[in-house]
């Protein structure tokens, strides 16, 4: 059932950190700007198709929780996704996974992570903002971007505003791929040219110990902290850094670089994570323990096809 939906929320308390994200920028590294966007793309793409959107449609990323607090300047219906942040309606729990009605008035609240780092709130046809090099993410590292094109937070009193036609009653297909994207604590991992240089014992400890998710983590990178891993390259010609590069600084200690990542480095790299584990990654909490497991670039591929079809 289609509805036709306008609203607004106001920010009535920011909290830690809400960006307005898409699926990023494209096309523009050559300019030494970064991707951008969902860094879990794929709970983002999951809410907007629970409304029935575009699945690139503009919606808000919301790390931790730690406040965030949303006051509905109109009857609307939204979907969360991705992380449970304890968010409630007034006083009502919402889990992510489903859409739900927001009555003029309403308060929407999230809390602390329960489980995941990252919720999703997309609503009826994406949120409105600028485009700003044919995205609306907001990057605040390059000031691009986001509700006013600057790359800011959320801020006290921003409105998020939209004019779109929800889709409701659409619950979430049981499919493997989800399930697989949304538990577990392995990272695939596709090796990559200078894997050849790390020591065997580096590469064994590298794919048979657990690594633990540093404090030291943002949308730019999330360092691993394990056994110290030896690579016998000296130096390199910085070249161009995929999302999920796990590069390995002369510490040993693996650093796994995700959307707002530089364009360019030059330490060597194990390889890079898939898709689908780079946006587990980004679901990860301090402390959480992981583990690399590599795959061929083909089996990566296939999974990535699958979980794409998953959408349809």
Known sequence: MSVSDKGALRVVRAGPLALLVDDGRFGVRHLGVTQGGAADWFSFRWANWLLGNALDAAALEIVIGGGLELEAEADSTLALMGADLDARLDDRALKPGATFTIRAGQRLVFRQPRNGLRAYLAVPGGLEAPQVLGSRSATPREQLGGLHGDGRTLQVDDKLA????????????????????????????VPGAQIGHFSGASLSRAFNLPWRVDDRADRMGVRLVGPKLHCRLGSMISEGIPLGAVQVPPDGQPIVLLNDRQTIGGYPRLGALTPLAAARLAQCLPGQEVRLVATAREHALRTHRRCLAAFR
Not at 169 to 177: I, N, V
């Open 162 to 189: 939209w004019n779109g036609r929800a889709v409701t009653g659409r619950p979430l297909p049981f499919d493997p791929a989800i399930n697989m994207a949304l538990s577990g604590n392995w990272l695939a991992l």
